[in-house]
């Protein structure tokens, strides 16, 4: 038996596609709590590149350089080698034969019903021309968070739908399997489950150019302040404005640790009597503060890239032998044929 299966520690599983580089958004959905969580649990990370893939094949090129990146921002952020595994999809081919394996028991009418499958569909302008991948992806990552027997799952609010489908197939492997093969995992949805674009659309997103890089420079974290989405109607200074809405009194909400202090702001500003010039010079100071160690961080790391590459080589192996064992029992359980040697 494997001995890192005998590992108590119950096991986390999250990923992020390398389409660009991590957000904010990216933080406060998830990243924060993967921090917190890697002392006390199993966690691996994985860098979805094939799932990337799924509507970029045009462009592997992007999605390819894009992988240190985010493994950057991983290290950057603090997640720490010692205690997470960080690992490439694209490098397990176990998660593509789960896959395979998964995609008999769910029906087409239920991937097209998936509610941020089909808003991303929108998104992207697919028209009737969606790829078969795209569409199936909540699969993939039901391969993903099985193979390694993962129970929680900490994600935005956007992923919930993936939960959901991934537990429908966990229950129907183990019903065909007639034993609990398969543990069901729970995604752990922090308050701000879903951080707005800086232009105030529901979610801030690499995908949509709406986002604050967690790499991001002072110049640009200032222009996207700039740019934000405030209340419309609040056009003079001595107008009461909205709260609610406003992403830049959203993103103090998440990123300012003086709470007091932006009730306050946000008192003065409905009353009437506030510029969004001085909200947002308070919001620049504070993505300022919070941005500049990781950034500072991050440049140290990205003098030493072949460091970092080894460590995605080292957590990938590591990940191999563990995915290769789900698939060998969910195979198994499944009643596939298997050709002795
Ligand atoms: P893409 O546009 O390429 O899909 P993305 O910005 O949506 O990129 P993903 O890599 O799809 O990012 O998401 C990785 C993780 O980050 C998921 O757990 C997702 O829920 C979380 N996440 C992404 N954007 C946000 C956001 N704006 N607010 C909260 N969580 C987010
Ligand atoms: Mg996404």
Do not use: W
Request: aromatic share 4%; charged share 25%.
């Amino acid at each position: 038996m494997n001995p890192e299966t005998c590992d108590p520690r119950p096991v986390i599983v999250t990923g992020d596609r390398p389409t660009g580089p991590l957000h904010l958004g990216h933080y406060v959905g998830s990243l924060r709590n993967r921090v917190a969580l890697q002392a006390t649990h199993r966690q691996f990370v994985l860098v979805a590149d094939a799932q990337a893939l799924t509507d970029n094949a045009q462009d592997p090129d992007r999605i390819r350089r894009n992988i240190l990146e985010v493994a950057l921002d991983y290290l950057a952020v603090g997640i720490d080698p010692a205690l997470s595994t960080v690992c490439v999809q694209s490098a397990l081919p176990a998660l593509a034969e789960l896959t395979q394996l998964y995609l008999n028991l769910v029906t087409v009418a239920r991937l097209e019903r998936n509610p941020t499958v089909r808003q991303e569909i929108q998104a992207r302008g697919f028209g009737r021309d969606i790829p078969a991948g795209f569409l199936c992806y909540p699969v993939a990552q039901a391969a993903d968070i099985t193979a390694f027997r993962a129970t929680l799952v900490p994600v935005g609010e956007d992923q919930a739908p993936m939960i959901e489908q991934t537990n429908e197939i966990v229950r129907r492997v183990n019903r065909q399997a007639g034993r609990p093969l398969l543990p069901e995992a729970r995604a752990l949805i922090p308050e701000t489950g879903r951080l707005p674009g800086i232009d105030g659309r529901a979610k801030m997103s690499k995908s949509q150019g709406n986002a604050v890089a967690l790499s991001a420079p002072p110049e640009a974290i200032r222009e996207a302040v700039r740019r934000m989405y405030t209340d419309p109607g609040h056009l003079r200074v001595s107008d009461p404005g909205r709260v609610e809405g406003n992403v830049v009194f959203t993103y103090l909400d998440a990123f300012d640790p003086d709470g007091a202090a932006v009730a306050e702001l946000k008192a003065r500003y409905r009353r009437g009597g506030l510029g969004d010039t001085a909200v947002k010079a308070r919001l620049e100071a504070v993505l300022d503060a919070f941005l500049a160690p990781l950034r500072e961080r991050r440049a140290a790391l990205a003098q030493r890239p072949d460091e970092v590459l080894d460590l995605l080589r080292d957590g990938t192996k590591r990940a191999q032998r563990l995915t290769a064992d789900t698939l060998e029992a969910v195979r198994d359980g499944l009643g596939v044929f298997t050709l002795a040697a």
